[in-house]
């Protein structure tokens, strides 16, 4: 018998899974391709992508780039932020690299994480984890960010450092990098990313699926 919940579109962020084995390895809901001029970004009532803005620069997102569903970002992933006041109290941003061109958006990818970025914005913690598609073997020697090249690396935090200035001069830059950490340190961010979804939306507050 089919359930009449199949006829419909799970929420990207609260109806689709974290990933089968969190913190290690998670689904990835893709919002921008290193191919898109323009970031969108889920719209958290319907789930559908919205139109945020054009790109602030020239530069293009570095990798595919989107958020863990049932992740939140509050005062546990805040805690693991120097200076942090408060989380963004948005899904845990991630990026996924791929040396296939993958061009489309709002897919699933199955991501190994192997580290992240420590960002402030305006205060607020704003951790970019980055994973590896899991089924790209080119891939399958890197285990933590430092074995990657650095110039990938480099380019990543460049972009995340940059993209939301203001290229008049006019408004300050809003975002500090702090700095990147390995795998170790990004899976205690997906934890706690995890636990703080789990607190403000609690499971009678939402369907439950298998994470």
């Known amino acids: 018998m089919v359930n009449s919940f199949d ?35 889920i719209d958290k009532r319907t789930g559908y992508l919205r139109v945020d803005r054009p790109q602030g620069s020239s530069a293009l997102p570095p990798t595919l780039y989107g958020f863990i569903p049932r992740t939140y970002c ?8 120097p200076g942090a006041k408060i989380g963004d109290h948005d899904p845990l941003d991630v990026c996924v ?27 607020e913690a704003d951790d970019k984890i980055v994973a590896l598609l899991e089924s790209d073997t080119v891939f399958s020697y890197a285990k933590d960010l430092k074995n990657l090249p650095n110039a990938v690396v480099d ?30 340190h990004a899976m205690e961010v997906v934890k706690a990313s995890i636990a ?16």
Do not use: C
């Open 97 to 123: 690299l791929s040396q296939q061109r993958i061009d489309r958006a709002e897919i699933v990818v199955p991501a190994r994480v192997v580290g992240g970025i420590q960002l402030l914005d305006d205060g």
């Open 74 to 81: 509050g005062d546990r992933v805040a805690a693991l932020t």
């Open 196 to 211: 703080d979804y789990d607190e403000t939306f609690p499971v009678h507050d939402r369907r439950s699926t298998d994470r």
């Open 7 to 41: 006829r419909f579109r799970a929420h990207p962020w609260h109806g689709l899974s974290s990933g089968s084995a969190v913190p290690g390895l998670v689904d990835a809901y893709i919002e921008i391709t290193p191919f898109d001029a323009v970031k969108y970004e």
């Open 155 to 184: 380019r990543i935090v460049h972009y995340f450092g940059t993209y939301k200035m203001d290229i008049s001069g006019d408004t300050p830059n809003s975002i500090e990098v702090l700095g990147t950490y390995g795998a170790e």
